[in-house]
């Protein structure tokens, strides 16, 4: 099983400025890596899949990039509406597996 | 509008078994592989099982494999997970997912808002 491990597990940042979050993967997964992002009481929803592709309506300042086993979201300016736990996910192999989140939470 | 809407969780007692259902609407159900995500409280995103848009390739994460069974029916546009054998760390809310792409299933798109199972003696 590919083990995919976010850091760090809470990140502390202001509105307006920027964020990065941080996903390795065990062994390689290719580029398919997916980010989704998850607000209290509310479904998971896709932000970014083949490590840097931005889901259909995802704003612009949310960008993906990596390959392999290092991954990297960026927020470029904080809004208030981006606090919220972040995962990524592979889709490279049997069984998809997810990391343990990340909670960006207001500074 | 993709909708997905879940239903049939509740408390259920260890050893038990309960069904599960997504009924989808809003586009092509027979074109898209599903999938089920769970997450218990408190705690991250675990996938469970996934299922090709034909319902002839089916795939299970090992903490549920031989216990858990998903399937689906085209022509009702609804999606299963049948659940046996039901133990405390099952105790989770379950999201169904839509395929992003197509009929091999690879990541979710659309989420429903999950339907919580407790299993409790």
């Known amino acids: 099983e590919i083990v995919m491990t976010q850091s760090p597990a809470t990140l502390s940042v202001s509105p307006g400025e920027r964020a990065t979050l941080s996903c390795r993967a065990s062994?390689?997964?290719?580029?398919?890596l997916a980010w989704y992002h998850q607000k209290p009481g509310q479904a998971p929803r896709l932000l970014i899949y083949?490590?840097?592709t931005r889901a259909t309506g995802v704003p612009a300042r949310f960008s993906g990039s990596g390959s392999g086993t290092e991954f990297t979201l960026t927020i470029s300016s904080l809004q208030s509406e981006d606090f919220a736990l972040y995962y990524c996910?592979?889709?490279?192999?049997?069984?998809?597996?997810f990391g343990q989140g990340t909670k960006l939470e207001i500074k | 509008e993709v909708q997905l809407l879940e239903s049939g969780g509740g408390l259920v007692q260890p050893g038990g078994s309960l069904r599960l259902s997504c009924a989808a609407s809003g586009f092509s159900f027979s074109n898209y592989a599903m999938t089920w995500v769970r997450q218990a409280p408190g705690k991250g995103l675990e996938w469970v099982s996934s299922?090709?848009?034909?319902?002839?390739?089916?795939y299970y994460a090992d903490s549920v494999k031989g216990r858990f069974t998903i399937s689906r029916d085209n022509s009702k546009n609804t999606l299963y997970l049948q659940m046996n054998s039901l133990r405390a760390d099952d105790t989770a809310l379950y999201y169904c997912?839509?395929?992003?792409?197509?009929?091999?299933?690879?990541?979710?798109?659309?989420w429903g808002q999950g339907t919580l199972v407790t299993v409790s003696s």
């Open positions: 299922i090709s848009g034909s319902g002839g390739s089916t």
């Open positions: 062994q390689t997964v290719s580029s398919k």
């Open positions: 997912a839509k395929d992003l792409w197509g009929s091999y299933p690879q990541l979710g798109d659309y």
């Open positions: 996910q592979q889709y490279n192999d049997w069984p998809r597996t």
């Open positions: 083949g490590a840097s």
